[in-house]
Structure formats: structure tokens, C-alpha cells
């Protein structure tokens, strides 16, 4: 199920708040809404969200998930093609 941003929605159910988180970071990755946003931000904004981040990427994601599926590093020693 693809969803656009009228249908995002939590609270009904384990799927449907999945498929509407993952919309939702879509969103806020999109370059033109990063970079208005990160203006606007304060510093101590800026480190809370980071540290809340990756906070929840270092409690869900293995090392080598976290370089492979967030950072795109397909050489980090961590990565099975990137070991040597």
C-alpha cells in the first residue's frame, strides 16, 4: 500500500502506523523541506533531535544495518561486501 500525505495516520493500527511513518520520513527527508527546516531550528533543537535519532537508530539497527541501510556505505568493514 502506497500512501500520500492525506492518509497518513497512527493510533489504528501496527501496519498502517508503519506505512505511515515511513511516508513520513520521506517527507522530511526531501531536500527543499531539510534545508528550510534546518534554518529555522535552534542549536540546542538541532543536538535534541539528533541525540533522540540516533538514539532510536542505535536501539533498532546493527552496525552493519545502520552503515549499510542509513548511511549508504556499502565499503564499511561492517558491511559483508566492504570486508576484505
Do not use: V, W
Amino acid at each position: 500500500m502506497t500512501l500520500d500525505s492525506n492518509q497518513i495516520c497512527f493510533g489504528l493500527n501496527q501496519q498502517l502506523d508503519q506505512q505511515s511513518f515511513s511516508f513520513f520520513l520521506q517527507l522530511a527527508g526531501r531536500q527543499e523541506f531539510s534545508d528550510f527546516l534546518s534554518q529555522r531550528l535552534s542549536e540546542q533543537e538541532i543536538h535534541s533531535f539528533i541525540n533522540f535519532f540516533t538514539g532510536i537508530l542505535k536501539r533498532n539497527l546493527s552496525e552493519e544495518e545502520y552503515h549499510r541501510l542509513f548511511l549508504q556505505d556499502e565499503h564499511h568493514p561492517h558491511h559483508p561486501e566492504g570486508k576484505e
